[in-house]
């Protein structure tokens, strides 16, 4: 059975930095396209990020461009979002979804996600 599980989520100041990891199990991230999606209270959720971990392209989100990166471990079965210079704006729950294949934008296109991991910036 498919499972992914978020960490790394916590408290942080602007400014401060923090990173995500997304275990995978029951599957081998090779042959999929691991993205990054987050949901504030009373918005939209949002694509953040994506890594396709055949060839190790990757997306990401004007909003976040420049401070985020995206990485993978296959042997750990893990990716990685690394966030720094965080701005209130981030705080949201943070979730990891799966998909076979290329990376999309848009959550309706992931099959499977993980439980998410709260991000607060604030000072």
């Known amino acids: 059975q498919m499972h992914l599980v978020e960490s790394g989520g916590d408290l942080v100041q602007p400014g401060g930095s923090l990173r995500l990891a997304c275990a995978a199990s029951g599957f081998t991230l090779d042959y999929a396209a691991i993205g990054w999606f987050r949901q504030a209270p009373g918005k939209e959720r949002e694509g953040v990020s994506c890594?396709?971990?055949?060839?190790?392209?990757?997306y990401y989100a004007d909003s976040v461009k420049g401070r985020f990166t995206i990485s993978r471990d296959n042997a750990k079965n893990t990716v990685y979002l690394q966030m720094n210079n965080l701005k209130p704006e981030d705080t949201a729950v943070y979730y990891c979804?799966?998909?076979?294949?290329?990376?999309?934008?848009?959550?309706?296109?992931?099959?499977?996600w993980g439980q998410g991991t709260q991000v607060t910036v604030s000072s």
């Open positions: 890594i396709k971990s055949s060839d190790g392209s990757t």
């Open positions: 979804a799966t998909r076979w294949g290329e990376c999309r934008t848009t959550g309706r296109e992931y099959g499977y």
